[in-house]
């Protein structure tokens, strides 16, 4: 814990610090799914999704699950801390209020082209030190498609660097 | 430029990026803040992060000169939208230069990289906080070795408002590190 509050998205007052480390959470037969662009700031972090699939042998994976509900047909994220703390996304029910000591995963941004999803996520707060697990859920799966995991030490470093412009 | 190799429109969708991990802090004044990084790489150019950030403060020295709403905003399309425009631009080593709003009206002259909104936030309003804005640019080809100028210029502004370099050797490095992932698709339009 940061000791900050955690706000719903970065702050307008920090410039954030980039921590290398891109992860690719599957690589299948004419699917892959990346994690990278990883900025830290000194109440949370992003990163962006990217999901690439040749579309001449692969059909897209399924939008984002909106709710909970519609998980057992679509994609939803999940992010799991060393400690133990979890929260699975969907872009309407993600409820921080049901958990204050988070993590809190919020969609940012996203757009998709053919062969191409891209989506932007922001975590707050940040996390301790060890393995930042990130999965994803295709198609209504109960079982990770895959896994990939973010150096939770080099986040909470890089946090320790950043410079605020002016008082939050 | 278009139809060579090593160009493309858009990020390809047929090789993973690599991340160099890069912070440049391009404007840091008046309650403004303006940062590129990271950059993400591929065989055939770069995507650069671009966060604009404004004091929400009473007191922010920016409000004195912001008369409109749109404090920040990347398109370009209608009259209004071009006088008030926040214009992008990168310079490579060798003299060449790409502009935001001028890419997006015409095509890459012989010798000019692209430079291409590429996703994310493309506008800051006053009445919608949080005053902050993360956007991603398209720039093809790679440069060559030297530096890689960014500079934004915030409306009505004369000059650039912010400049930042880095070596161009982070983003070859980097780029040389993306793999292919299957063939690329043909090449449409411009």
């Known amino acids: 814990m940061t000791g900050h509050r955690d706000p719903d998205f970065p702050t307008p007052a920090t410039i954030p610090v980039v921590v290398p480390g891109d992860v690719v959470l599957v690589r299948s037969t004419g699917l892959v799914v990346w994690a990278?662009?990883?900025?830290?700031?000194?109440?949370g972090?992003?990163?962006?999704?990217?999901?690439?699939?040749?579309?001449?042998?692969?059909?897209?994976?399924a939008a984002w699950a909106l709710d909970v509900a519609e998980r057992d047909r679509m994609t939803w994220l999940e992010i799991r801390y060393p400690d133990g703390r979890a929260r699975s996304a969907d872009l309407n029910a993600?409820?921080?209020?049901?958990?204050?000591?988070?993590?809190?995963?919020?969609?940012?941004?996203?757009?998709?082209?053919?062969?191409?999803?891209?989506?932007r996520w922001w975590v707050t707060p940040l996390p301790p030190p060890g393995h930042v697990e990130l999965a994803i859920h295709l198609n209504g799966e109960q079982a990770a498609a895959g896994v990939g995991n973010l150096d939770g030490a080099a986040l909470v470093s890089a946090a320790a660097r950043v410079q605020s412009a002016w008082p939050s | 430029m278009p139809g060579d190799e090593g160009w493309a429109a858009a990020p390809p969708t047929w090789a993973l990026p690599v991340t160099a991990a890069t912070?440049?802090?391009?404007?840091?004044?008046?309650?403004?803040?303006a940062s590129v990084g990271p950059v993400c790489a591929y065989p055939v150019g770069f995507e650069f992060y671009l966060t604009f950030g404004f004091d929400t403060g009473p007191d922010a020295e920016w409000r004195a000169s912001a008369t409109?709403?749109?404090?920040?905003?990347?398109?370009?399309?209608r009259n209004e939208e071009q006088e008030s425009a926040t214009r992008v631009a990168v310079g490579f080593a060798e003299g060449v230069a790409a502009d935001s709003v001028a890419c997006m009206h015409r095509r890459p002259r012989p010798g000019e990289p692209l430079l291409r909104f590429a996703g994310g936030d493309s506008v800051i309003l006053q009445s919608v906080p949080p005053l902050r804005a993360e956007s991603r640019w398209w720039v093809s080809p790679l440069p060559p070795p030297g530096l890689v100028e960014f500079g934004v210029f915030l409306p009505g502004a004369a000059g650039p408002t912010g400049?930042?370099?880095?070596?161009?050797a982070a983003i070859l490095e980097a780029a040389g590190r993306s793999r292919a992932l299957w063939p690329a698709p043909e090449a449409g339009p411009l």
């Open chain 2, 23 to 33: 912070t440049l802090a391009l404007v840091r004044q008046g309650g403004v803040l």
């Open chain 2, 68 to 77: 409109r709403d749109r404090l920040l905003g990347f398109h370009a399309r």
């Open chain 1, 36 to 43: 990278g662009a990883v900025t830290v700031y000194p109440e």
């Open chain 1, 45 to 61: 972090f992003a990163f962006t999704l990217r999901t690439l699939w040749d579309t001449h042998r692969t059909m897209p994976p």
């Open chain 2, 163 to 168: 400049t930042a370099s880095m070596d161009a």
């Open chain 1, 94 to 119: 993600n409820t921080p209020h049901r958990q204050p000591r988070g993590p809190h995963l919020e969609f940012l941004s996203g757009e998709g082209s053919e062969g191409c999803d891209d989506s």
